[in-house]
């Protein structure tokens, strides 16, 4: 079955460093692929999405690149603040109807 | 607003004493769903509707019900909790054109 696999953390960091957080997936055919953000206390907020092959998704700095050669989805931000402490969730689903989670990477920005 | 409505935030509650947790939406959502999230487990779906009167089990359905009865809300319902439903509870919903899910902000729910 369809699965999704992202580092697992926490990911620690001084503000204004570079970030990466790497998600790969296993599915037939050509999901969907998302990053959703978790902010202490809350529920899960979509960050940004791709739909097809070589889409990048952008949103707030953060990037990533649907990869299907290597099946991959990384998050990247060029510059962390400590707002984007968070934990985040790499997905993915084939027609909105069920979304399968990674199990989340927890980020922790230093000031 | 666009939003999905959870309640209440916070639940204790005692082994066997039947509870509901709220969950409505205002974006006229044809799909809902149910997750629980545990610590190093992520988040598992508990129970989901394609729209009204039709739902469907997920990967942990054991112990809770739904229904489906208006297409803005989708209870969920502990017939008899028990200590190992404590747990974080989200209500997800999408109108299934691939924008991604909807989430509440959560129910955290503790039973002794």
């Known amino acids: 079955g369809d699965s999704v696999t992202q580092m697992e953390g926490p990911v620690t960091l001084s503000e204004e460093a570079f970030l990466t957080i790497n998600c790969t997936y296993t599915?037939?055919?050509?999901?969907?692929l998302f990053w959703y953000v978790q902010y202490p206390g809350e529920g899960l907020q979509l960050l940004l999405k791709?739909?097809?092959?070589?889409d990048k998704g952008s949103n707030k700095g953060f990037e990533a690149t649907y990869r299907k050669e290597t099946t991959s989805f990384h998050l990247e931000k060029g510059s962390v603040q400590v707002s984007d402490s968070a934990v985040y969730f790499c997905?993915?689903?084939?027609?909105?109807?069920?979304?399968?989670f990674g199990k989340g990477t927890r980020l922790h920005i230093l000031p | 607003e666009a939003q999905v409505t959870q309640n209440p935030r916070y639940l204790i509650t005692v082994t066997g004493k039947k509870l509901t947790v709220t969950c409505s939406q205002n974006?006229?959502?044809?799909?809902m769903s149910w997750y629980r999230q545990d610590p190093g487990l992520g988040l598992r779906q508990i129970y989901y509707?394609?729209?009204?009167?039709?739902?469907d089990k997920g990967d942990v359905p054991e112990g809770y019900k739904v229904s489906r009865k208006e297409k803005r809300n989708f209870p969920l319902i502990l017939e008899s909790p028990s200590p190992n439903q404590t747990s974080l509870y989200f209500c997800?919903?999408?109108?299934?054109?691939?924008?991604?899910?909807?989430f509440g902000s959560g129910t955290r729910l503790t039973v002794v």
């Open positions: 997800a919903s999408s109108s299934l054109t691939g924008h991604g899910y909807t």
């Open positions: 599915a037939t055919g050509y999901p969907s």
């Open positions: 791709a739909t097809k092959a070589d």
């Open positions: 997905a993915l689903t084939h027609r909105d109807d069920k979304i399968i």
């Open positions: 974006m006229n959502h044809e799909y």
């Open positions: 509707s394609m729209n009204v009167e039709v739902t």
